[in-house]
Nanobody, 124 residues
Framework: QVQLVESGGGSVQPGGSLRLSCAVSGYVDSQYCMVWFRQAPGKDREGLAVIFEDDTKTYADSVNGRFTISADNAKNTLYLQMNSLTTEDTAMYYC??????????????????WGQGTQVTVSS
């Protein structure tokens, strides 16, 4: 019932910035959390940032201080602002939604709904 569509990916030089968007449609339960993941070739899917139902936010150590998660006023778009990008940030980026689990928000299997992904490539 929930649909998620990512956009905003592309190619950028090291040190550059991108802002990803995730358009949300359908009913999202009030206890659901929204999260950004990424997956690089040959690596596990990695949780990056989460917004809990009370609007608190948590970040993975790998992106803390560089990435910022947010939502628009209508709460129908999720954003990920990415600054100081490096080649190690190259990956497919996904948004996801599911029941909030504070201690395991980073676990991909906790989420019911996923977008199709948007590619981010950082290279010179």
């Amino acid at each position: 019932q929930v649909q998620l569509v990512e956009s905003g990916g592309g190619s950028v030089q090291p040190g550059g910035s991108l802002r990803l968007s995730c358009a949300v449609s359908g009913y999202v339960d009030s206890q659901y959390c929204m999260v950004w993941f990424r997956q690089a070739p040959g690596k596990d899917r990695e949780g990056l940032a989460v917004i809990f139902e009370d609007d608190t936010k948590t970040y993975a150590d790998s992106v803390n201080g560089r990435f910022t998660i947010s939502a628009d006023n209508a709460k129908n778009t999720l954003y990920l602002q990415m600054n100081s990008l490096t080649t190690e940030d190259t990956a497919m980026y996904y948004c996801a939604a599911g029941v909030c689990q504070y201690y395991t928000w980073w676990f991909p299997q906790m989420y019911n709904y996923w977008g199709q992904g948007t590619q981010v490539t950082v290279s010179s």
